[in-house]
T-cell receptor, first 116, second 112 residues
């Protein structure tokens, strides 16, 4: 396992379409965190998931955004009816347990979403 | 609003010299400060952290200093190497949680 895997690396969507971003955590990691980096800003927390559970989605916009982490398969960040303001780099991180913050998270390479 | 600010968007340093990256923060409710390094087309990589009960933490060529009275965090890289050229983010997080707040980053260029 090379680390946290995100795909696609680049995603272009027209306004109103749906965007699906995938994140496969490191082997043995069951905690996943999504962050977003808007242009000229730092990364910001969006949502924290464990297998089959959303633990904290307080950083995620209330509308059009959803996230899941099923028992099998990658975590999915879904953005419905995308708008230009959703254009950003979306990073996923994982940790083996809830103490991961102490040691720094392992981030994937990100998905750069461009809405045209 | 709880923030971290990296006021220098870029920094150039000669190879072998010291690189000093700075970060200022508001509010003092956070217990953990971290530095991440990011190469182009890659995700941020954890570098070093410091708890708010400490003033200094060292790991090889990297040392992080925390000045709580000035609400200032700095990362020293000595000696700087060309491979250190990257964007450096400081981040802060409340103890026991994952809700890091990141700065906007400083692009370090180490000149050979």
């Amino acid at each position: 396992n090379a680390g946290v895997m995100q795909n696609p690396r680049h995603l272009v969507r027209r306004r109103g379409q749906e965007a699906r971003l995938r994140c496969s955590p490191m082997k043995g990691h069951s905690h996943v965190y999504w962050y977003r980096q808007l242009p000229e800003e730092g990364l910001k927390f969006m949502v924290y998931l464990q297998k089959e559970n959303i633990i904290d989605e307080s950083g995620m916009p209330k509308e059009r955004f959803s996230a899941e982490f099923p028992k099998e398969g990658p975590s999915i960040l879904r953005i419905q009816q995308v708008v230009r303001g959703d254009s950003a780099a979306y990073f996923c991180a994982s940790s083996p347990d809830q103490t991961g913050y102490l040691y720094g998270y392992t981030f994937g390479s990100g998905t750069r979403l461009t809405v045209v | 609003d709880q923030q971290v600010k990296q006021n220098s968007p870029s920094l150039s340093v000669q190879e072998g010299r010291i690189s000093i990256l700075n970060c200022d923060y508001t509010n003092s409710m956070f217990d953990y400060f971290l530095w991440y390094k990011k190469y182009p087309a890659e995700g941020p990589t954890f570098l070093i952290s410091i708890s708010s009960i400490k003033d200094k933490n060292e790991d090889g060529r990297f040392t992080v200093f925390l000045n709580k009275s000035a609400k200032h965090l700095s990362l020293h890289i000595v000696p700087s190497q060309p491979g250190d050229s990257a964007v450096y983010f400081c981040a802060r997080g409340p103890s026991g949680t994952y809700k890091y707040i990141f700065g906007t980053g400083t692009r370090l260029k180490v000149l050979a």
